[in-house]
């Protein structure tokens, strides 16, 4: 879409708010909503200022004024609000120069698409990310200086099969990683799923497929198609702004947290990636599993610089509870075109268009423009200094031999530790200036406030421990 087919669309359908929606560092959309007295074509050409000193990660009081350009390609009709409101996406610009804010995750992801082109080794970047989540009929959650604890309420939770419900309990429920996937009434989620579908595919997301997911307690996933990388990533932002909206309008709530339950499935967000140029699959080839020489250097520096990705694709101290051993969680950095365990996996496909690996360690928490700019980056930096991956692991990554366990490095086991090798190993993101040292300075000053607070909060399960030391 043009900006003249924004100002049409505006007055074919009498719509009466526009709503500018960005991204901030942690990865949460946020929005500004505009009358439509206020809003014309000039928008699109000086922007709409705001001010960026809220925004966590962000500027300080003292240089806050900051501009949101909307991407007009990006307009649709939001399907939530009561009166008529056109959403657009925005990029976040310094008014000084005219440039994307070096912090604005948009724009960063913006800049490794240029970087890529500006190599000469491709032109465009397809990603394809599968997030994961959960439907519960309600949440609690307490911590303060009194204690803490945290309750989910899910009438199709294994637990709840003792539970007194109105209407009686029908007993029918998927058991711990019994949901993958049983036809209804075992899966309690389908006409949720599908508004949803309706939803995305109203406002222009192609969907591909729904389904439940293994865990019990309502973990599902919706597929949607690939797209470019800045595009694909505007898509996710929508995707997780719909399944929460659809499931509040059903009376329920929707998590994108990686590790919700404890002792099930963790929600993980695999990542579906490939590099073309003039048309051309670059991971296409002769080799392992059809691919290409390139691909498997773009594998290579994946797995190289995989600790301090995780700093980036898993953001969360949540995020690390999934990444352990045994619940399909793919700690180790491998790539098998067979093995689901390894942590780089390569589809089965029926032609070279498809051709594509899949990073399977990236989970939903992660801020999708900063999650698909830093895979790319490493991916790149692979193919740039000829990083081979190895030999391909066709084995149960989970059943080896303790000597052969040894070999296979793994991803983080904490936030913590994921920040600590993110401070050591960044060069290969800063290349292009996509990121910025001061943007990853900050990002880390940020998600070490979070392993603080983590770190000091006392835990129930300590009390299960060690109360009667």
Sequence with gaps: MTPQDVINLVKENDVKFVDFRFTDTRGKEQHVGVPIS??????????????????????????????????????????????????????????????????????????????????????TAYFGPEPEFFIFDSVEWKVDMSGAYHKIFAEEAAWSSGEKFEGGNTGHRPGVKGGYFPVPPIDSANDIRAAMV??????????????????????????????????????????????HNVAHQYGKTATFMPKPIVGDNGSGMHVHQSIWKDGKNLFAGNGYAGMSEFALYYIGGIIKHARALNAITNPLTNS?????????????????????????????????????????????????????????????????????????AD??????????????????????????YLEKDHEFLTRGGVFSEEMIGAYIDLKYEEVQRFRMTTHPVEFDMYYSV
Aim: proline share 7%; hydrophobic share 35%; net charge negative.
């Design 395 to 420: 084995k149960n990554l989970y059943d080896l031999p303790p000597e052969e366990d040894a070999k296979i490095p793994t991803v983080c086991s904490s936030l913590e530790q994921a920040l600590e």
């Design 198 to 243: 309706l939803a995305l595919e109203a406002i222009g997301i192609p969907v591909e497929v729904h389904h439940h997911e293994v865990a019990t307690a309502g973990q599902n996933e919706i597929g949607t198609k690939f797209n470019t990388l800045v595009r694909r990533a505007d898509w996710t932002q929508v995707l997780k702004y719909v399944v």
């Design 38 to 123: 206020a809003f014309g074509e000039d928008k699109f050409t000086d922007g709409h200022a705001f001010d960026g000193s809220s925004i966590a990660g962000w500027k300080g009081i003292q240089a806050s004024d900051m501009l949101l350009m909307p991407d007009p390609a990006t307009a649709y009709i939001d399907p939530f609000f009561d009166e008529t409101t056109v959403v657009i996406t925005c990029d976040v610009v310094e008014p000084s120069d005219g440039k994307g804010y070096d912090r604005d995750p948009r724009s960063i992801a913006k800049r490794a698409e240029a970087y890529l082109k500006s190599t000469g080794l491709g032109d």
């Design 320 to 392: 690390y509870k999934r990444l352990v051993p045994g619940y399909e969680a793919p700690v180790k950095l491998a790539y098998s075109a067979k093995n689901r365990s390894a942590s780089i996996r390569i589809p089965f496909v029926n032609s070279d268009k498809a051709r594509r690996i899949e990073t399977r360690f990236p989970d939903p928490g992660a801020n999708p423009y900063l999650c698909f700019a830093a895979l790319m980056m490493a991916g790149l930096d692979g193919v740039q200094n000829k990083i081979h991956p190895g030999d391909p």
